[in-house]
């Protein structure tokens, strides 16, 4: 069992950053791959980037690529989103997740979740 907390959102100005961090109890964080996933109002949960559990492996979606940076500490149980250069389409709640596969974008996959961290980006 992991259970995930996500700080670190807000109300941040078009072309402004913001880092979210999640904070993970029990042991078994370093097993898991953890993902980055956020959901706007009226649309599906999409994934946003994730980072395979010694670090060795990222990866985006398109549209973050280049401006959002996943990275993780396994000493304090914690992963991060780096997000630069936003735009009011990254308005979302942003989800963390513990994955239970390797190298996955598939939300399914993922079934451990926190509750989210609401990110505002005025135009």
């Known amino acids: 069992q992991v259970q995930l907390l996500e700080t670190g959102g807000g109300l941040v100005q078009a072309g402004g950053s913001l880092r979210l961090s999640c904070s993970a109890s029990?042991?078994?964080?370093?097993?898991?791959?953890m993902g980055w996933f956020r959901q706007a109002p009226g649309k599906e949960r999409e994934f946003v980037a994730a980072?395979?559990?010694?670090?060795?492996?990222?990866w985006y979606a398109d549209s973050v690529k280049g401006r959002f940076t996943i990275s993780r500490d396994n000493a304090n149980s914690t992963v991060y989103l780096q997000m630069n250069s936003l735009k009011p389409e990254d308005a979302a709640v942003y989800y963390c997740?513990?994955?239970?596969?390797?190298?996955?974008?598939?939300?399914?996959?993922?079934?451990?979740w926190g509750q989210g961290t609401q990110v505002t980006v005025s135009s």
């Open positions: 029990g042991r078994t964080f370093s097993r898991h791959d």
């Open positions: 980072i395979t559990r010694t670090a060795s492996i990222t």
């Open positions: 997740a513990a994955g239970s596969s390797y190298r996955t974008s598939d939300s399914s996959q993922y079934p451990y």
